[in-house]
């Protein structure tokens, strides 16, 4: 059984007298121990459906269909009061923009030791600090700047420390929410580098959110692509973005677009191809292919008739009138 089990999941946000669907009924998992991407440009459905795992979506947001099952526990309907204790034991966030998500005027130790404390009331004040130095150095932060306020830190080690306070409490799945953002580039191969790192030595599953390819190839065994709040690929990150040699062999031609906006450090000097077009107004009806009029391939069928999803190889799904079974 998958550690995590998302299936026909839709997100609705409320937009004064109507609403929104940011994600609509989507499926996916993530295994034990393993590390699953999910990518796609700003306002795909991204990170509404991350949020949605521990159930922090806004107030202005809901679950309006499917089931979301952690460990064989399912979370669609949990109470507060439950949702609170498996917040952090089970399932931890670690938020885009790490200055905003710490609390500058609170030290570096006592947020994490507050994260311990909250959901073990009787936790012994000298062991806790203890286990807070020791997340302190296993993100690559010396015990030394644990008395330190956010603004004492660079960006990479508030990223460090809040991927420390996520780890407080031992979940077992982590969600890290364009956890390089703002980083330079050497910040950003650490912190690439740690959650590679954590996940293998802490038995972590990850579910990692991003619009950088380069970030997914080097971290996540799986890719899930979303456009316009529905899932249009997935499959293993080798065989959809390539790796090792192996050319990308991506089916949709959104996937098909990410990759050629992306510079190929590795391959001949050229400019990476931009994407003309904005994404359709989630907010009204949508017939059809809903990457339609940006798609330089689409046949009438795509504006009258959404593709249904297609297996074009062992592990691999691409939504496209135009996919092909691969040959092995």
């Known amino acids: 059984m998958s550690l995590l089990d998302i299936e026909d999941v839709s997100v609705d946000y409320r937009i004064g007298s109507g609403s929104l669907r940011a994600v609509d009924h989507v499926s996916l998992r993530v295994e034990q121990g393993e590390a699953l991407g999910i990518v796609g440009e700003s306002g795909c459905g991204k990170t509404s459906l991350g949020l949605a795992v521990p159930m922090l979506l806004p107030a202005n947001a809901s679950i309006s269909s499917g089931s979301i099952s952690l460990g064989g526990r ?17 399932v931890a966030f670690v938020f885009q ?24 009331s009787h936790a012994d004040r000298e062991v806790a600090g203890a ?41 077992s799945l982590l ?27 802490e038995g972590l599953s990850l579910m990692m959110i991003s619009h950088d390819l380069s970030a997914i190839k080097r971290v996540c065994d799986r890719i899930v692509v979303m456009y316009a709040g529905v899932v249009v690929e997935s499959g293993t990150t080798e065989e959809v973005l390539g790796r090792r040699g192996r050319p990308a062999a991506a089916q949709h031609p959104y996937t098909k677009a990410l990759i050629a906006a992306h510079p190929d450090l590795g391959g001949a000097r050229s400019l990476a191809q931009g ?7 989630l907010s009204v009806p949508i ?11 689409a046949m009438e ?5 959404a593709p249904a999803s297609l297996s074009v190889s062992p592990g691999h799904v691409a939504a496209c009138h135009l996919a092909r079974r691969l040959v092995p």
Not at 74 to 90: A, D
Not at 275 to 281: A, E, K, M, R
Not at 287 to 297: H, K, L, P, Q, V
Not at 301 to 305: A, D, K, L, M, T
Request: glycine share 6%; net charge negative; hydrophobic share 40%.
């Open 131 to 171: 286990r807070v130095l020791e997340l302190l150095e296993l993100v690559g932060i010396a015990a030394a700047r644990a008395k330190s306020y956010p603004h004492e830190f660079s960006g990479g080690m508030r990223q460090r420390a809040m991927i420390a306070m996520a780890l407080a409490c031992r979940p």
């Open 74 to 90: 399912e979370l669609v309907g949990m109470s507060e009061r439950e949702l609170n204790q498996l917040r952090w034991t089970e």
């Open 287 to 297: 017939t059809g292919c809903r990457f339609a009029d940006r798609c330089d391939s």
């Open 175 to 201: 969600i890290a929410d364009e956890p390089t953002t703002a980083l330079d580039v050497i910040s950003q191969a650490q912190i690439l580098a740690l959650l590679d790192s954590l996940r293998r030595s």
């Open 301 to 305: 069928i795509c504006r009258e008739q």
């Open 97 to 120: 923009g790490a200055m905003n998500a710490l609390n500058p005027v609170q030290r570096v130790d006592r947020q994490i030791l507050e994260a311990i404390t909250a959901h073990d």
């Open 275 to 281: 994407l003309s077009g904005h994404p359709p107004d």
